[in-house]
């Protein structure tokens, strides 16, 4: 099973950018596609993006279509999130996760797709 762990988060005013990395071990993690998620206070976990094992294809929630951006560097073992023209809705603890082996390639995840997930990592974003 991949172990993740996420870095990057803090405080930011509105507008401004953060960088997330998510690093993997203890799998094959070229073999996996890989998602972020995030949990506002008082709100179910939400999916914000995936990008596949390859990162060929990505795909990112309606909300942060545009302003994220989603990678990958298998030969560092590491995802990123980069988010631009960060809203205060934005904020909450950011998580990255590695799906189920059972699940391949799709367009829409959710919670359940996903067997792996990191500790996460706290994104604050001050009006």
């Known amino acids: 099973q991949v172990q993740l762990v996420e870095s990057g988060g803090g405080l930011v005013q509105a507008g401004g950018s953060l960088r997330l990395s998510c690093a993997a071990s203890?799998?094959?993690?070229?073999?996996?596609?890989m998602g972020w998620f995030r949990q506002a206070p008082g709100k179910e976990r939400e999916f914000v993006a995936a990008?596949?094992?390859?990162?060929?294809?990505?795909v990112y929630a309606e909300s942060v279509k545009g302003r994220f951006t989603i990678s990958r560097d298998n030969a560092k073992n590491t995802v990123y999130l980069e988010m631009n023209s960060l809203k205060p809705e934005d904020t909450a603890v950011y998580y990255c996760?590695?799906?189920?082996?059972?699940?391949?390639?799709?367009?829409?995840?959710?919670?359940?797709?996903?067997?792996?997930w990191g500790q996460g990592t706290q994104v604050t974003v001050s009006s």
């Open positions: 990008i596949s094992w390859s990162g060929v294809s990505t």
């Open positions: 203890g799998g094959t993690f070229s073999w996996y596609a």
């Open positions: 996760a590695a799906p189920r082996p059972s699940r391949g390639w799709r367009t829409q995840w959710q919670v359940a797709d996903f067997a792996s």
